[in-house]
């Protein structure tokens, strides 16, 4: 496991293969940080699935709405949805969106972004400035690697739990 430099802006999330700790980026995008941070806090994405895998590409999860699958779920609304809070104005930045960064998920609007977000598998440049990175991963890359592919995959992953460091 990575050094936690910053535990109340660290995020581990449980995956079935192992923990993954992502750090997060307040000083770029603050909103996004917050409400990953705010969701973790609540539970709200503990046992929701990644409903879009796409090898060589990314795996994209966070509907807290539609995506939980303990609650009510059905594998084709997984993905329409966010939580409670409204959208957030995008945060473009500098930074690339490297292999292990992690990007608000959206709608064509760039201030759409709600709770989903997504893991990128490689460096995928031309998202750079089209959509919000708010945290890299720090250490477990390799269960992310091993997340069941689909749009929607046949068996979704899931993140078992997702906890701010500090809390853990």
Partial sequence: MAEIKDPE???????????????????????????????ARAGAYDNVVFHRVIEGFMAQTGDVSNGNAERDFNIRLAGTGGSEHPDLPAEFSKLPHDRGTIGAARSSSPNSANSQFFINFSDNHFLNGQYTVYGRVISGMEHVDKIARGEPPANPDRMKSVKVAADA
């Fill in 9 to 39: 802006n660290t995020i581990i999330i449980e995956l079935k293969d192992g923990p993954v700790t992502i750090e997060l980026l307040p000083d770029v995008a603050p909103q996004h940080t917050q409400r990953m941070k705010d969701l």
